[in-house]
């Protein structure tokens, strides 16, 4: 049996964390606004630092992609972390680990027989149930079949 993944590639010390921009609050449509997940990774010395690299995806992307090439070979981050260029990945909102943002792109549906705003919401782990939690006075949840929510 071959080994792991984890065992195949040399031990590296390195800085790594992440954060997400804060987006804005639409009183309008009591949405949360353009918030975007970054990952960060760093060489573990600060005297080893170069100047910082953002790196943006495109299109549907998202950071990952950033990550490592098609058959697993180091990404494009992790080369600039072993130049010395602590860099940081961003997912645009929406996309990747951001949160979706329905001014920019657009709304997804709308359920209708909610008794207030959707606060929270999950689905069972088939996918076939969604729960939606609202906030106001009741706390309500409640259980939609995926496939009776009309479009």
């Known amino acids: 049996m071959p080994d792991p993944p984890h065992a195949q ?9 992440g954060f997400f921009l804060d ?3 639409d009183p309008d449509t009591g949405a949360i606004v353009g918030p975007a997940w970054v990952q960060w990774e760093a060489p573990a010395e600060p005297a080893d630092w170069l100047a910082p690299v953002v790196l943006v995806h495109g299109g549907g ?12 070979q180091p990404g494009w981050a992790d080369h600039f972390v072993e130049a010395g260029h602590p860099t940081y990945l961003v997912d645009r909102t929406g996309h990747g680990r951001s949160v979706w943002d329905p001014r920019t ?12 705003r959707t606060e929270s919401m999950c689905f069972s782990p088939d ?25």
Not at 130 to 138: E, I, L, S, V
Not at 140 to 151: F, G, P, V, Y
């Open 9 to 17: 590639v040399e031990p590296a010390l390195r800085r790594r964390g």
């Open 23 to 25: 987006g804005g609050w």
């Open 61 to 72: 992307g998202q950071a990952t992609d950033w990550m490592w090439a098609v058959e697993g």
């Open 105 to 116: 792109l657009g709304l997804m549906h709308t359920l209708y027989g909610n008794p207030g």
């Open 127 to 151: 996918s076939k149930t969604m729960a939606t939690g609202f906030g106001g006075t009741d706390f309500t949840i409640r259980l939609w079949d995926i496939s009776k929510i009309e479009h």
